[in-house]
């Protein structure tokens, strides 16, 4: 087994589409650093090449590269030059797999309402402008793309929320200022006489809700300038993992928990669900009843590792 016969699997089968489990050459390569050829791979070995090798930390990729190892080793079954598929029946690597890996060996740390004060407390650099990307994603804006693209006409200031795409997000009073004051012509103004280092603030089009120290409008200046925001916090507050999609998904896990009235019984019943069944009416409508456009499936899938994590804590 070998890259050779990978680039005719795919050529044969026509697959175009999630070809990197066999494309970007990681598996062979590992497959060399332990001294092993594919057919000899334990259980152990693909779980160690999954997580520790790939490094993969989400479902969806870790069901693209199943996938396409399946296949191949199916294709390599019927032309005799493989025994038994091991994605078939030994290794076992689905979302509770990915779960328990993630909860032994992965710090998974969430914020909550109150060290997220903390840190507006300790914030020594643009404290507004910084606080207001903070508050912006844990409170739902979904990704640093939306919000350095968010526009003046998506702010109902009156009603509270923010207006993305075909969702409503409710902002907090404190966000809601925040948001205001970016907004009005000093704020610019204000910014560039605070930096100190030459840096004119302006809004880079028309109808843009926030203002960015550059003269040239482009996806990576816009996003850069915000994740740095992000990565001073992370760097001056010693908070790892302090990013736009950790505090969305702290945002997310608070709602959740204040939804179960703070009741972390309550909590981990809800998103552990009963073996077999894909429903839970009680999640949907308090999933319904948000502006998180999450389904319910999905959110069992994403805070697994930190249900069980409370399991282990809890015994």
Request: charged content about 30%.
């Amino acid at each position: 087994m070998n890259r050779e016969l990978a680039e005719e699997f795919l050529a044969e089968n026509k697959l175009t589409g999630n070809t990197f489990p066999l494309t970007n050459g990681k598996l062979f390569a590992y497959g060399e650093m332990i001294g092993k050829s594919l057919r000899e791979f334990s259980e152990e070995d693909f779980i160690c090449f999954f997580f520790d090798y790939v490094k993969i930390n989400n479902i969806s990729t870790l069901n693209a590269y199943r996938t396409r190892l399946r296949q191949f080793w199916d294709w390599l079954e019927k032309k005799g030059l493989a025994g038994e598929n091991p994605f078939r029946n030994r290794v076992r690597l689905d979302a509770d797999t990915l779960a328990a890996y993630m909860a032994r060996r992965v710090e998974l740390c969430y914020y909550d309402d109150s060290l997220v004060e903390r840190v507006m407390e300790n914030l020594r650099e643009d404290e507004k402008y910084t606080e207001l990307v903070i508050r912006a994603f844990y409170e739902g804006i979904g990704g640093v793309r939306e919000l350095a693209y968010l526009r003046r006409d998506q702010l109902d200031f009156g009603r509270g929320e923010i207006r993305l795409g075909n969702r409503r997000m409710l902002m907090s009073p404190r966000l809601s200022r925040l948001l205001q004051w970016i907004c009005a012509p000093e704020a610019a103004q204000e910014l560039s006489r605070a930096g100190g280092r030459g840096l004119t603030y302006q809004r880079l089009c028309q109808e843009d809700a926030l203002v960015f120290p550059c003269s040239r409008d482009s996806e990576r200046n816009r996003k850069q300038y915000l994740q740095r925001k992000l990565e001073r916090v992370q760097r001056e507050l010693k908070l790892p993992g302090f990013t736009a999609r950790r505090l969305y998904l702290s945002g997310l896990l608070q709602y959740l928990y204040k939804a179960c009235g703070q009741d972390q019984e309550r909590f981990v019943n809800l998103l552990s669900g009963h073996k077999g069944k894909h429903e839970n009416r009680e999640l949907q409508e308090i999933v319904a009843g948000s502006w998180y456009p999450v389904d319910p499936i999905r959110l069992r899938h994403m805070f697994r590792p930190y249900l069980l994590q409370v399991g282990e804590n809890q015994q």
